[in-house]
């Protein structure tokens, strides 16, 4: 294009947007400013008017009126927003400030410039390192903002700091939280960057094992390009921000689900010994667990098998490491989160032999499995299920944190894999044929006493109907 042609190849500008100029140039040289300021005036308006011949509406006001800020709501309490400039907020645009209506918010691809060695991309939108794959690095979550950019808020409490930063020529908020587990990855930092320009906004869950530093340069390199319809396969998969304010008020009006832990003794009647066959969910399917064993260590299990979580459950003498329970006092706007007191828990390793025969007359497919073991002590006639709060003396503290992988019920070992991702699933099972499952778990030594195996497959350490009626096998020692 010939440059004396561009006045005839360019856009006309539109009535209302020479309105919009005309009121913030008239603004701007009625409001008192120093001769230094006065200089710069000129060159904000020539500024202003240069974005909207090139950038358009949404451009100019997504980026010059709203941006992300942050207020200090207490000692430890922040609060995210975006808001508008106050001198140009009554400038803002339907593009920006919706005043009721629908935003035009346009698909986007995501657009990563900067990753730290050796971390790499899990599933869409997480990305950990190499030597510690699902365990950390960095989560990215995004909403559109279909009710106005300036609709967006989010309170956060137990904030150890918080600073702004730019990102891509944009404001980030960054938060930082107290870190009670030092030994483990914690996801105890945030970020968001708010998109403006295309009306999302960005919150980075970054884990413990991501410095700040590097965690910063992550979002600072992150940008939301507008995508084609062609490109719906990268398309950034978005939460509606009145859809997650309805699903918080929905939360907050609404009765949470009740989980049962206490049942009549009578309820819980279906008892299953070691050695007894048993239905699972009705089907032709029997279960019987032949043989159970307590050890000190993990020596009972297929090394080729055995994972580096359970691993470093052991010292080097291959023994169960103690648990180390903690308990904590949690933090709010005014304080932080902190440390009350710890103690020491001997751990055990539980080995059970789980046979599986099909008592039907035709081959069973990819047949799920499932070990939970609840720990349940009788208490005047009720079945209680047992918890470190429910058996503990209240003290000081909010919660308690068992860092030992005695915390988990669900079977954390077991030797027999199928399905498409190679997980829980026995392949095939002919008419009168029996497979056999190993499983184990880790717990407590102190809960011997209380432990029962459910292989209900649906799973879950509650009492449910679906779990009575598969029944318990009771091991306690």
Excluded at 74 to 103: C, F, I, M, P, Q
Excluded at 178 to 186: A, K
Excluded at 238 to 265: F, P, R, V
Aim: glycine share 8%.
């Amino acid at each position: 294009m010939e440059f004396e042609n561009l006045k005839y190849d360019f856009p006309k500008m539109p009535e209302e947007m020479k309105i919009m100029v005309e009121k913030e140039v008239k603004k701007q040289l009625q409001t008192k400013q120093t001769s230094y300021k006065g200089r710069r005036m000129g060159r904000t308006i020539a500024a202003s008017l240069a974005a909207i011949l090139f950038c358009g509406t949404t451009v100019f006001a997504g980026v010059s009126i709203y941006q992300l800020q942050q207020k200090q709501t207490g000692t430890h309490g922040v609060s995210v927003s975006v808001t508008g400039d106050e001198r140009n907020s009554e400038n803002a645009t339907d593009d920006t400030k919706s005043n009721g209506k629908a935003l035009s918010i346009p698909n986007v691809k995501l657009e990563i410039g900067y990753l730290p060695d050796g971390m790499m991309e899990t599933e869409r939108g997480k990305y950990s390192f190499e030597d510690s794959l699902n365990k950390g690095g960095i989560s990215m979550r995004f909403y559109r903002m279909d009710t106005g950019d300036d609709a967006f808020e989010a309170e956060h409490d137990d904030v150890l700091s918080s600073e702004e930063f730019t990102a891509n020529g944009r404001k980030g908020i960054y938060l930082t939280y107290p870190n009670l587990y030092p030994d483990e990855i914690t996801f105890n930092q945030r970020i968001y960057v708010a998109y403006t320009d295309v009306h999302y906004v960005m919150e980075l869950y970054a884990a413990s094992d991501v410095s700040k530093e590097e965690a910063m340069k992550i979002a600072e390199n992150i940008n939301l390009i507008p995508a084609k319809d062609s490109e719906k396969d990268a398309f950034v998969i978005a939460e509606n921000w009145s859809d997650c304010l309805n699903n918080q008020k929905e939360q907050a009006e609404g009765e949470e689900a009740k989980t049962i832990t206490s049942i009549s003794k009578e309820d819980m009647k279906n008892i299953h010994a070691i050695g007894e066959s048993f239905p699972i969910g009705g089907s032709t399917l029997l279960a019987k667990i032949s043989n159970v064993e307590i050890s000190d260590t993990i020596s009972l299990l297929d090394a080729a098998q055995t994972d580096e979580t359970l691993r470093n459950e052991t010292d080097e003498n291959g023994s169960l490491r103690p648990a180390t329970i903690q308990y904590i006092k949690d933090g709010d706007a005014d304080s932080l989160s902190e440390e009350v007191k710890t103690r020491q828990a001997r751990q055990k390793l539980v080995y059970a032999t789980v046979e599986y025969t099909n008592t039907g007359e035709d081959p069973l497919t990819d047949v799920l499995f499932f070990g939970d073991m609840p720990r349940i002590y009788e208490n005047d006639g009720q079945m209680q299920i047992l918890t470190e709060e429910a058996t503990t003396e209240k003290g000081d503290w909010d919660r308690i944190v068992n860092h030992g992988l005695s915390h988990m019920w669900e079977m954390i070992y077991y030797d027999v894999h199928g399905g498409e991702r190679g997980n829980n699933y026995i392949a095939r099972i002919n008419p009168g044929e029996t497979a056999v499952v190993h499983m184990a778990w880790i717990v407590m030594e102190d809960e011997l006493e209380t432990l029962f195996i459910s292989l209900n497959p649906s799973g879950g350490c509650e009492f449910t109907d679906s779990a009575l009626e598969t029944g318990y096998v009771d091991i306690r020692q």
